[in-house]
């Protein structure tokens, strides 16, 4: 452990704004490309089977 | 001759570009990256700001380069992999090689804001300053202008094919960039230190320090895969949806 305590660990010797800052910018980058690509998959896959199915009415 | 071609490359090089083949390899690949990625990242990051020692001379600011040096490297992988992809899309009309050349744009550019805004943070109480019209901060602005350039492109061309090859050849015009990253810092007087890790040297930070940083770099490369697979399975999709093995794959929820 490189720090003694909670509130040493938060103010990261005086640079806690730049370190948490960096870090929340990597969270929402990593989640965002997780979370974009999966709800864009699920409307696709929607939007595509409600055509086939109207196609597969149609015919 | 046309059979004599066929034995040149391994059959998975031919598998690969089957989209349906594709598809089903993702899926049966994406659980177990998805869980060395959480891993590497969660172990990664606990690592990285709970044990590793404080730098001497930066302090605790140090521990960005746990993200900058990991987001840095694989938005030039990045990159280099689309720009592959798109060689091997314009040379063997592979449909699965563009699909991974598009999907690899919008991850490679968010990567290359991660490394920026990092960099710019950490910038601030080590130099001074956010900012600094340097030859590797320039060059990485240009690699993020390249990939919105690719992706500009790709979504203004109508035929598939026509942005695919379009893109592909500003992505292989634009790999000149990645030398240029790479040597910035040995080329010209720079504020930026130099390559953390190197294949031929030992690192120069001690191992308490550089071992985080390597489970990062291995972390944000399973995270890329992970990321490129999800991306390519929905491209697959839209793209072979008229295919018949797609509509049975939707029929059947």
Redesign the interface.
Known sequence: ???NSFSE?LS?????L??W???A??LI??L???VL??Q??KR??QS??R???RE?KRS | MAKAEKKWLPRWFYQLASPRWCYQICGKLLPGFSLVTLVL?LGG?LWA??????DYQQ???F??IY??VP?AILAQSCYMLMAVAGAIGLIWKMKVADMVAKSCAP?GA??A??AL??GA??G??TWGSWWVWDARLTSMLILFFLYLGVMALNSAIESESTAAQSTAVLALVGLVNIPIIKYSVEWWNTLHQPATFKLTEKPAMPAEMWMPLLVMVIGFYT?FA??LM??L??EI??RE?RSGW??EL??V?
């Open positions: 452990m490189s720090f660990f990261m010797g005086g640079h806690g730049y370190v800052l960096s870090y910018l990597g980058v990593i965002a490309n997780l690509p999966l864009a998959g696709l896959k595509l089977a055509r086939i199915h597969a | 990242l990051t700001l709970l044990f590793a020692p404080a302090g605790n600011s521990r960005i993200l900058h987001s991850i968010s990567l804001v991660l805004l990092t943070i950490w601030k109480p995270f992970v990321a999800l991306r399975r929905n999709l839209r949806r797609v509509k939707l029929l929820k």
